[in-house]
């Protein structure tokens, strides 16, 4: 009995060891590397919409003099708003 007991812990302490072997920097682990910032999940460029702060891709927003905006309503709204 007491000889099961020990295999099981050593199995478990080497599990515990195996876990913080792929855990180490700088090996190939399993942990996704987060997005880098401005970046979509599919490489698309993302902009903030300057008014609500929204994230939008590229291709859905709307830009004006070097701002961008998730619609043309939060455009006007933003120019409205400056002047
Ligand atoms: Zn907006």
Do not use: N
Not at 9 to 20: E, H, S, T
Not at 76 to 82: E, I, L, N, T, V
């Amino acid at each position: 009995m007491g000889k099961l007991l020990q295999l099981i812990m050593l199995g478990v302490v080497a599990w515990f060891v195996f876990r913080y072997l792929l855990r180490k920097p700088g090996l190939p682990g399993q942990d996704k590397a987060p997005p880098p910032a401005g970046a979509g999940p599919a490489g698309a460029v993302m902009r903030r919409c300057d008014f609500c702060q929204v994230h939008v891709p590229e291709g859905e927003s709307t830009q004006s003099r070097g701002h961008y905006f998730c619609s043309e309503a939060h455009r006007d709204a933003f120019f409205r708003g400056q002047r």
